[in-house]
């Protein structure tokens, strides 16, 4: 049974879901915080269920010897090390709108705390000074609101400021004008919105793009009194910029929900005059937490259970319904990829992988990773579908896929092709009503191979008498064979013969096979398939 850990504060119904899904569960949700007993104990879980607290740093990942899934109850990815996840073959998912219209809300919340002052007029309230002179504050309606970000949340905010009858103004260089006027907003240049914004609120991810977006050059464009908003991410803002622009007036006020260092227990920020602060709680509603707790725990165990794959930021979703449907053709690509990878000795420079005909309708993403892992896999062990894309990329390898309707007998074959300095090869397969795969074409040779643990692939010369010699000798061997298929390009040509033996071919009877005279090479293979 799969074993997950969840070491951030997560709603109750996380935990059931994942028990009521065949999955074991450890909720321990301070232990997010303790690096050290974290690192001692990650070892033993193939999931991790976390909020914002848990850092996956790399060295996390390299403890994390059994880990398959990250899942993270919320958007934000940033405290997990995606690229160290990813080649270490570990999916990273989250939960995208699960708590975008909470988070929404708290922007617009702390923009009518900073235009009227509210927190600062409670806490003078609370104790007793009803000071009425004191808090002055501004309007709301006719100004203008700047959305820096205009995705899931930054586009719930431009359409609560359209409610309240702001004039909203939107930088996101993905929005369309179509979406621009669907939310009857204007899409603006970032300059523009600096120019022109009395308040403006962040919606953007934490990029290289966007950090310190918010800067002493970008305040000093903006109009006297702006008021800044901040739910997405600490380190948009430059706090020490925007503290100067507090104290020299040009910016009125700002609700900051997030900061550069977290947890922020100390601040020069703090206790500055119309300055809103909250601990990141733009995340914390009941409905939120139940919306990504349910979300991530699903998300996860259908991936640990099912393999399917939904949300994922480093690999194709694959949805619960089509994962066993796929699984077959994830398998044929695999051993597609594995044949090509175990006979290739010199370095790979080109992969296509071409789907004909039904196979052109499916997952092709899914595929095309299942193709690379099991093409590197002989090269590097701790491969998968998650890594190999990357693992490929790093390496230089072309890769290129094609579609095509379909050409020949089957109703659907992957063909892998793969060039190196000294040659191209391929091979085609398929899977049959039996869900196995077959291998249904070698070097443009047809013929029907079922795949087995254990093969031996010869190129022979096309003589009488060759399954004899093959056969005595693997008799010779004690080796017996479970299938043995054949096929030539001519008669008297060129054959290549595929044998699925019952156990693995011993490498020093090779030489035997090989020193006859009409056997070119013979080359012992591994599958990872069941056995028939
Ligand atoms: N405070 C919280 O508790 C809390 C809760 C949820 C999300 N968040 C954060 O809110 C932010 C937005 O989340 P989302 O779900 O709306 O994400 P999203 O991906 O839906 O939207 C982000 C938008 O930013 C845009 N963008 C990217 N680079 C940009 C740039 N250089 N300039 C302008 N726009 C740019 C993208 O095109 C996209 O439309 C994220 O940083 C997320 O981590 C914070
Ligand atoms: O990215 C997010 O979803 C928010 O920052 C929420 O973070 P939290 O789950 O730690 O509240």
């Given at each position: 049974?799969?074993?997950?850990?969840?070491?951030?504060?997560?709603?109750?119904?996380?935990?059931?879901?994942?028990?009521?899904?065949?999955?074991?569960?450890?909720?321990?949700?301070?232990?997010?915080?303790?690096?050290?007993?974290?690192?001692?104990?990650?070892?033993q879980y193939d999931g991790l269920a976390i909020?914002?607290?848990?850092?996956?740093?790399?060295?996390?990942?390299?403890?994390?010897?059994?880990?398959?899934?990250?899942?993270?109850?919320?958007?934000?990815?940033?405290?997990?090390?995606?690229?160290?996840?990813?080649?270490?073959?570990?999916?990273?998912?989250?939960?995208?709108?699960?708590?975008?219209?909470?988070?929404?809300?708290?922007?617009?919340?702390?923009?009518?705390?900073?235009?009227?002052?509210?927190?600062?007029?409670?806490?003078?309230?609370?104790?007793?000074?009803?000071?009425?002179?004191?808090?002055?504050?501004?309007?709301?309606?006719?100004?203008?609101?700047?959305?820096?970000?205009?995705?899931n949340i930054g586009s719930i905010v431009a359409?609560?400021?359209?409610?309240?009858?702001?004039?909203?103004?939107?930088?996101?260089?993905?929005?369309?004008?179509?979406?621009?006027?669907?939310?009857?907003?204007?899409?603006?240049?970032?300059?523009?919105?600096?120019?022109?914004?009395?308040?403006?609120?962040?919606?953007?991810?934490?990029?290289?793009?966007?950090?310190?977006?918010?800067?002493?050059?970008?305040?000093?464009?903006?109009?006297?009194?702006?008021?800044?908003?901040?739910?997405?991410?600490?380190?948009?803002?430059?706090?020490?910029?925007?503290?100067?622009?507090?104290?020299?007036?040009?910016?009125?006020?700002?609700?900051?929900?997030?900061?550069?260092?977290?947890?922020?227990?100390?601040?020069?920020?703090?206790?500055?005059?119309?300055?809103?602060?909250?601990?990141?709680?733009?995340?914390?509603?009941?409905?939120?937490?139940?919306?990504?707790?349910?979300?991530?725990?699903?998300?996860?165990?259908?991936?640990?259970?099912?393999?399917?794959?939904?949300?994922?930021?480093?690999?194709?979703?694959?949805?619960?319904?089509?994962?066993?449907?796929?699984?077959?053709?994830?398998?044929?690509?695999?051993?597609?990829?594995?044949?090509?990878?175990?006979?290739?000795?010199?370095?790979?420079?080109?992969?296509?992988?071409?789907?004909?005909?039904?196979?052109?309708?499916?997952?092709?993403?899914?595929?095309?990773?299942?193709?690379?892992?099991?093409?590197?896999?002989?090269?590097?062990?701790?491969?998968?579908?998650?890594?190999?894309?990357?693992?490929?990329?790093?390496?230089?390898?072309?890769?290129?896929?094609?579609?095509?309707?379909?050409?020949?007998?089957?109703?659907?074959?992957i063909k892998l092709t793969v060039k190196t300095?000294?040659?191209?090869?391929?091979?085609?397969?398929?899977?049959?009503?039996?869900?196995?795969?077959?291998?249904?074409?070698?070097?443009?040779?047809?013929?029907?191979?079922?795949?087995?643990?254990?093969?031996?692939?010869?190129?022979?010369?096309?003589?009488?008498?060759?399954?004899?010699?093959?056969?005595?000798?693997?008799?010779?061997?004690?080796?017996?064979?479970?299938?043995?298929?054949?096929?030539?390009?001519?008669?008297?040509?060129?054959?290549?013969?595929?044998?699925?033996?019952?156990?693995?071919?011993?490498?020093?009877?090779?030489?035997?096979?090989?020193?006859?005279?009409?056997?070119?090479?013979?080359?012992?293979?591994?599958?990872?398939?069941?056995?028939?």
């Amino acid at each position: 049974m799969p074993r997950v850990l969840v070491s951030d504060k997560l709603s109750p119904t996380a935990v059931q879901i994942f028990k009521d899904r065949g999955v074991e569960v450890d909720y321990l949700p301070d232990l997010g915080k303790d690096k050290e007993k974290l690192l001692e104990v990650i070892g033993q879980y193939d999931g991790l269920a976390i909020r914002s607290a848990t850092k996956v740093t790399e060295k996390l990942i390299a403890a994390a010897t059994n880990l398959k899934v990250v899942g993270r109850a919320g958007i934000g990815v940033d405290n997990v090390d995606i690229p160290a996840a990813s080649r270490r073959g570990i999916i990273v998912m989250n939960t995208p709108f699960g708590n975008s219209i909470t988070t929404a809300e708290h922007a617009v919340a702390m923009m009518f705390a900073v235009a009227r002052q509210i927190p600062e007029a409670n806490a003078s309230t609370h104790a007793g000074k009803w000071e009425k002179n004191r808090f002055m504050g501004v309007e709301i309606t006719g100004k203008t609101l700047g959305v820096i970000g205009c995705g899931n949340i930054g586009s719930i905010v431009a359409q609560r400021g359209v409610g309240l009858k702001m004039h909203v103004v939107a930088f996101d260089p993905f929005l369309s004008d179509d979406r621009a006027i669907e939310l009857g907003i204007e899409k603006v240049e970032l300059e523009e919105l600096f120019a022109r914004a009395d308040f403006i609120t962040l919606h953007t991810p934490l990029t290289d793009k966007t950090r310190n977006i918010i800067n002493k050059d970008a305040i000093t464009k903006m109009k006297k009194g702006v008021r800044i908003i901040n739910c997405a991410r600490g380190g948009l803002i430059v706090e020490a910029d925007l503290i100067e622009g507090l104290k020299s007036g040009k910016v009125a006020g700002a609700g900051i929900d997030v900061f550069e260092v977290e947890p922020a227990t100390e601040s020069p920020l703090f206790n500055m005059e119309n300055v809103v602060c909250t601990p990141h709680l733009g995340a914390s509603t009941d409905e939120a937490q139940e919306n990504v707790a349910l979300q991530v725990a699903e998300q996860m165990s259908d991936y640990l259970v099912k393999g399917a794959v939904t949300n994922a930021i480093n690999m194709p979703s694959i949805s619960a319904e089509e994962a066993p449907r796929l699984k077959p053709f994830v398998k044929l690509a695999e051993v597609l990829g594995a044949f090509v990878g175990q006979v290739t000795e010199e370095p790979i420079k080109e992969v296509e992988v071409l789907f004909d005909g039904a196979t052109a309708g499916m997952n092709t993403r899914a595929l095309i990773s299942a193709t690379l892992a099991g093409l590197i896999r002989p090269q590097v062990a701790d491969v998968n579908m998650v890594s190999a894309p990357i693992m490929v990329k790093e390496r230089g390898i072309v890769l290129s896929e094609v579609k095509r309707d379909k050409s020949g007998v089957f109703d659907g074959y992957i063909k892998l092709t793969v060039k190196t300095d000294k040659r191209v090869r391929s091979i085609a397969g398929t899977v049959f009503s039996d869900h196995k795969p077959r291998f249904i074409q070698i070097k443009g040779i047809n013929m029907d191979a079922e795949v087995g643990r254990h093969m031996l692939y010869m190129a022979n010369k096309d003589v009488p008498g060759i399954i004899g010699v093959i056969g005595s000798i693997c008799a010779k061997h004690g080796i017996n064979i479970a299938n043995f298929s054949l096929g030539r390009d001519n008669a008297g040509g060129n054959a290549i013969a595929m044998l699925y033996l019952d156990e693995a071919f011993p490498e020093e009877v090779r030489a035997e096979l090989e020193g006859h005279e009409f056997i070119g090479s013979a080359k012992p293979l591994q599958f990872d398939v069941e056995e028939v």
